[in-house]
């Protein structure tokens, strides 16, 4: 395996090449061959990723199964038509953006909190100070419009780079950046620690 | 580069992937030169750090789906797809009628012989678990995978402080590994290899050799099964 420092990496380039081309040689066997076992490996490496994104969406929990099996359900039947333009994560974490937001318009939840924000459910009681922003931030998040939440869950849990983030979201990378730039300035009113740190740009 | 438009609201708002080390090349030194110069964005990208560091601190203290769920999960579509293709192809009954399949006593089979191997995996990884020495107790594990849990090579690796998630990340991925533990006391981490790396030839060694040569990485040594 040849030595790569990441600096001299393309970071438009990832996932690495390990980690797609292994992918995207169990999707060849799903394509060509229906392989079981390449299927499960697959599923296996979004399980857990995809679990925890849609928790964040809001999904419900007794939903987040049944989005997620669907999306390999799009996977299994779909796996010879996915032509390589984009990257195989983004397709299948698009799939599954997707399919999540359907499951919420069926729950008719509503990710966006219009009551105001409440202040007293934040334990100020707490002695640690961590623990303390740790609760403003969750309850920030939970402000967030589903769209601006993804696009900061996709950057700073998942690491995707801006490029990525507009494949996944199907949307351009203009928007990403005004829908991670109104993401911030809602946290900041919400979490002391960041409002203190910084002002908006002019 | 044609380009360098060093303005303040275009770095803004690119300050998120400057945070996570994903930021485009070409994009990268005027960022970071503007940034250098502005004392407002250099408040803003701490400031985003911070909320990365929180929102993945988030992210570890929420549930983890335990192997089981997983595979249930999966068994669930399974049935699912083996239900369809039963019911798209003709069944060759003395009729000669296609009639759709229901839950066919192949995925029944199928199902129980999950479960079986499930159990026996489950016995392997309790014992597993009970032979660690102590050392192990301030080491958390996934569960989400079991079959590279049981056997897979693992490297104990650390990282160089001013290393950003997006790095980790991807000094991981590149090399087909997945922090399974840690930190340790000494800010070391448990990586384990997965099944596709160990197929192409991986192991703790090579792997190991690798990373300890990286900038980023201040220890990266096997560890021994």
Redesign the interface.
């Known amino acids: 395996m040849p030595l790569q420092s990441v600096e001299n990496v393309n970071p438009r380039a990832i996932p690495p090449p390990h980690t797609d081309a292994t992918e995207r040689e169990l999707l060849e066997r799903i394509a060509r061959a229906k392989d079981q076992a390449a299927f499960r490996t697959l599923y296996g490496n979004y399980y857990q990723r995809l679990s925890r994104l849609l928790a964040r969406m809001s999904v419900r929990r007794e939903d987040i199964e049944e989005v997620i099996n669907d999306t390999f359900w799009v996977v299994w039947t779909k796996a010879g038509e996915f032509r390589g333009a984009s990257q195989l994560s983004t397709w299948i974490i698009g799939i599954a953006y997707r399919r999540a937001l359907n499951a919420l318009r069926r729950a008719k939840l509503r990710p966006v909190a219009d009551e105001p924000f409440d202040e007293d459910s934040i334990s100020v009681a707490s002695t640690e100070e961590e623990e303390t922003n740790q609760q403003w931030l969750s309850q920030g998040l939970e402000r967030l419009p589903v769209e601006q939440r993804m696009a900061l869950e996709l950057t700073y849990t998942l690491g995707h780079s801006c490029e990525e983030v507009a494949a996944i979201l199907d949307c351009p990378v203009n928007t990403v950046k005004t829908r991670l730039f109104r993401a911030r300035e809602t946290l900041k009113q919400v979490l002391p620690q960041l409002a203190g740190m910084s002002g908006d740009p002019s | 580069m044609s380009r360098i438009p060093d303005t303040?609201?275009e770095a803004?708002?690119?300050l998120?992937?400057l945070?996570?080390?994903?930021?485009?090349?070409e994009d990268r030194e005027w960022v970071e030169a503007h940034v250098q110069a502005c004392a407002?964005c250099r408040?803003?990208l701490?400031?985003?750090r911070?909320?990365?560091s929180?929102?993945?601190?988030?992210?570890s203290?929420?549930p983890?789906?335990v192997a089981s769920e997983?595979q249930r999960?999966?068994n669930?579509?399974?049935a699912?797809?083996e239900a369809s293709e039963s019911a798209s192809a003709p069944a060759t009954g003395t009729t000669g009628v296609a009639v759709p399949v229901p839950r066919s006593s192949r995925t029944v089979r199928w199902l129980a012989a999950a479960v079986v191997v499930q159990a026996i995996g489950l016995g392997i990884l309790g014992v597993t678990l009970g032979n660690q020495d102590t050392g192990a107790n301030d080491v958390f594990e996934?569960v989400?995978?079991p079959e590279a849990r049981l056997n897979a090579p693992a490297v104990s690796i650390a990282f160089a402080p001013q290393t950003s998630?997006?790095?980790v990340?991807?000094?991981l991925?590149?090399?087909?590994l997945s922090i399974v533990g840690g930190p340790g006391s000494a800010g070391n981490y448990r990586a384990q290899l997965s099944?596709?790396?160990v197929a192409?030839?991986?192991t703790a060694d090579?792997?190991a050799a690798?990373l300890s040569?990286?900038?980023?990485v201040t220890f990266a040594q096997p560890i021994a099964r």
């Open positions: 303040h609201a803004w708002a690119l998120p992937w945070a996570n080390g994903r930021i485009a090349p407002e408040a803003e701490a400031s985003q911070l909320v990365a929180h929102v993945n601190r988030d992210e203290a929420s983890q789906p997983e999960s999966f669930k579509l399974w699912r797809i996934t989400s995978n998630m997006g790095t990340n991807t000094l991925t590149h090399q087909g099944p596709d790396a192409s030839g991986a090579s792997v690798v040569k990286d900038p980023n």
